[in-house]
């Protein structure tokens, strides 16, 4: 019983851990795509840029 | 690809509950095994989410990239685009960020189901480093390996004998109720080192139940107060966490003025040169200290956590001489049974390291303990390389252990003489009679000395009990040739040692003033013990180091400039030591009477190479024998000749 106790501390330990982490690496995600998302606006503003400079 | 959606997924999840009480897996009967699986599969999830993350984040990003291609964008624009949102950057930071996340989350989860895993690990590969140390050295010291195998080299009787000798001084190992639930901090620190002190002085200001020595205690004293200032700063740097308890610090030090006390006793019963307190204490850490000090002012990063593990690399480092095996050999007349004693040492500490109630585990990181380990295997190193202005902590680990073998290897001279010899003065006129009474083959001459010399112990009245105990254990243990291995250190004392801009070696060494005059009473050569000195250092033989090289006012070696001021240079200034045995060294009659026995010495001396010589030549067998027989009739003359003269002088 004392093992078994024990193990289930064990347990809700390991998924404190998981939890912890995959919040952690979600939020990364997160601020990445941001990142890439105003890489590509900014990309699409050169463009635009470009092309008002054209018809000037 | 783990695109927004399967995030968006995963954010629902964690609006569920964690894991309670009543979650599944908790709810079931684990089994060690069961619980073991379910580890190793969350430890793979991690992983696996943590790559697919970082995958995700490339794919987008190339995706974006390649929009920006498709929108017929010059390369130059979306390079330039590139550099102003830093996105390749972010990138690989946050790649960096999610594997350090992986790692510390499957250092977690491992450390949950085998908390020791990290030990036995650790321990193993020490083990191997010992083990291929062991397989370098045994040629040159023979025996090495039964005293590495030795039960008795290990640290359960190590630590048996130091709480033994620790409770006859009178030490009380309890714990302080103060300190109960109390982090380290500045008021615990003065709790813990007012304890101590008790202990100190239990252990060298004891003339009934222990040592007696004022020189000692004040040593400790200064060392048990640095060490616990150092650790308050490894705490402000975050070396050391500021929530350790302050009685895992207090058991440490305990512990280290314990291991120290027993080492310099166990150092004082022979005549091998000091490895207790003057050597450990007074010089080593003082020299790693001075020449850290010498690297910080270049500007390179040294942190109190180095200098900690400077000071328990050297208070552990000559832990091997306590080890019976070791201590048995050399106390019964073998001194070579010290070699290798690096190893034991280095066992010791892995085994100290083991346990998970050392204090020395829970003060120090596996990573520190494998740092202390290297440092006490192979703390007798001629390799020195300093580095200056350089960030890398490899760097720093590197000038640590350059300043230890560094500080090891320079502390040669006067106070690394043995205890017998620098605090009994008239051990250094015994020395000289032992010469000639072993030369002359009076074993009664040897045993008067060696009683007239432990009469003279008893009557100082500053030893305690046991300090005469130990010091006439050491008598037992002189011989006619111990003046050879000890008196050569009188030639100098502390040297100066300074770290340059460059990472180079500068080590200043004067001459002392009394030099001559005590080799000169046993005809030795002048500059022996610093042709060794220099030779330890370059990794030569002390037959390469030529006087023409002496003459030089610098010598420049690989990584050292060695810069000796010997001859008229020497210093004019006497150490306590030296003063202790001037009138030794200048009483006229004494010196007379050593200069004749000199003379008479090394004629009877060629005599025996001439019987030697005699013995191995095939001359006929009469004229042979009467030949050995004159030869051996003039030795004998000369040996009664110096006993008569020895005779006449004592009384």
């Known amino acids: ?56 | 690809m783990l695109d927004l959606e399967n995030l968006e997924t995963l954010e629902k999840d964690k609006e569920k509950p964690p894991v309670s009480e009543k979650s599944p897996e908790t709810e079931m009967n684990f089994d060690d095994e069961k619980t073991k699986e379910f580890a190793i599969s969350k430890s793979e999830e991690i992983e696996n989410f943590g790559e697919e993350t970082c995958l995700a984040n490339e794919e987008e990003f190339k995706a974006a990239v390649d929009d920006g291609v498709k929108l017929e964008l010059p390369q130059d624009d979306i390079n330039e685009v590139m550099a102003e949102t830093k996105i390749a950057e972010n990138l690989n930071n946050s790649k960096i960020e999610v594997e350090n996340i992986v790692k510390e989350g499957k250092d977690g989860i491992k450390k949950e189901i085998e908390p020791d895993l990290e030990k036995k690990e650790t321990a193993l590969s020490l083990e191997d480093k010992e083990q291929a140390y062991l397989s370098q050295k045994i040629i040159k010291a023979k025996g090495l390996d039964k005293r590495y195998e030795d039960e008795r080299s290990g640290f359960k009787r190590v630590q048996e004998q130091i709480t033994e000798y620790s409770l006859k001084c009178g030490v009380k190992n309890e714990s302080i109720p103060e300190l109960e639930n109390k982090e380290y901090n500045p008021d615990t620190k003065e709790i813990i080192k007012n304890k101590l002190v008790a202990n100190l002085d239990a252990l060298f200001l004891n003339k009934e139940t222990g040592r007696f020595n004022p020189e000692k205690h004040q040593i400790m004293l200064a060392q048990t107060e640095n060490y616990l200032n150092l650790m308050e700063e490894a705490q402000n740097e975050g070396d050391i966490s500021k929530n350790i308890n302050a009685d895992e610090i207090f058991k440490l030090v305990e512990k280290n003025i314990e291991l120290m006390a027993f080492q310099d006793r166990v150092a004082s019963e022979n005549t091998l040169g000091d490895h207790g307190v003057r050597h450990v204490v007074g010089y080593n850490i003082k020299i790693t200290e001075q020449i850290l000090n010498s690297v910080s002012e270049k500007g390179q990063e040294v942190k109190a956590i180095d200098r900690i593990m400077g000071h328990q690399i050297m208070l552990m480092h000559d832990l091997g001489y306590v080890c019976e095996p070791v201590r048995n050999e050399v106390n019964s007349g073998n001194p070579t049974a010290d070699k290798g004693h690096n190893l034991l040492s280095a066992k010791i500490l892995r085994q100290m390291a083991g346990s998970s109630d050392e204090a020395l585990t829970k003060v120090f990181s596996q990573e520190q303990i494998a740092t202390l380990h290297q440092g006490v295997l192979e703390h007798d190193d001629s390799k020195v390389n300093f580095h200056i202005n350089d960030g890398d902590e490899k760097a720093r680990q590197e000038n640590l252990f350059s300043a230890v073998h560094l500080a090891d290897n320079t502390h040669a001279f006067e106070d690394k003489l043995p205890e017998i010899l620098y605090s009994v003065p008239e051990s250094l006129k015994a020395m000289r009679l032992l010469k000639t009474a072993g030369e002359i083959g009076d074993s009664d001459m040897i045993n008067s000395v060696k009683e007239k010399l432990i009469l003279d112990i008893n009557k100082h009245e500053e030893y305690s009990k046991d300090d005469k105990e130990i010091l006439a254990q050491a008598v037992n243990n002189l011989h006619e040739s111990s003046y050879k291995f000890s008196v050569g250190r009188i030639c100098g004392n502390k040297p100066e040692v300074s770290i340059g801009q460059n990472g180079r070696v500068s080590i200043k060494i004067q001459e002392s003033s009394i030099h001559q005059e005590a080799v000169g009473l046993f005809g030795q050569e002048s500059y022996d013990q610093l042709k060794k000195f220099i030779g330890d250092l370059e990794g030569k033989e002390k037959g390469e180091i030529t006087n023409e090289m002496l003459n030089q006012d610098k010598i420049e070696g690989k990584n050292v400039t060695l810069e000796l001021t010997i001859g008229e240079k020497k210093s004019n200034e006497k150490t306590d030591y030296q003063k202790r045995i001037e009138n030794i060294i200048t009483d006229k009659d004494f010196v007379e009477l050593s200069r004749q026995d000199l003379l008479l010495s090394r004629r009877q001396k060629l005599l025996e190479d001439k019987l030697n010589s005699l013995s191995n030549q095939s001359l006929e067998s009469g004229e042979k024998e009467a030949m050995l027989k004159k030869t051996e009739e003039n030795i004998n003359k000369y040996k009664l000749l110096r006993s008569q003269i020895f005779k006449n002088y004592l009384k």
Do not use: G, W
Request: glycine fraction near 0%.
């Open chain 1, 1 to 56: 019983m004392v093992i078994q106790n024990e193990n289930q501390k064990k347990i809700f330990k390991i998924k404190e851990i998981y939890s912890s982490c995959t919040e952690r690496i979600k939020k990364i995600r997160l601020r990445q795509s941001d990142a890439n998302k105003e890489f590509l606006k900014k990309i699409e503003e050169r463009k635009i840029n470009k092309i008002r400079d054209n018809i000037k």
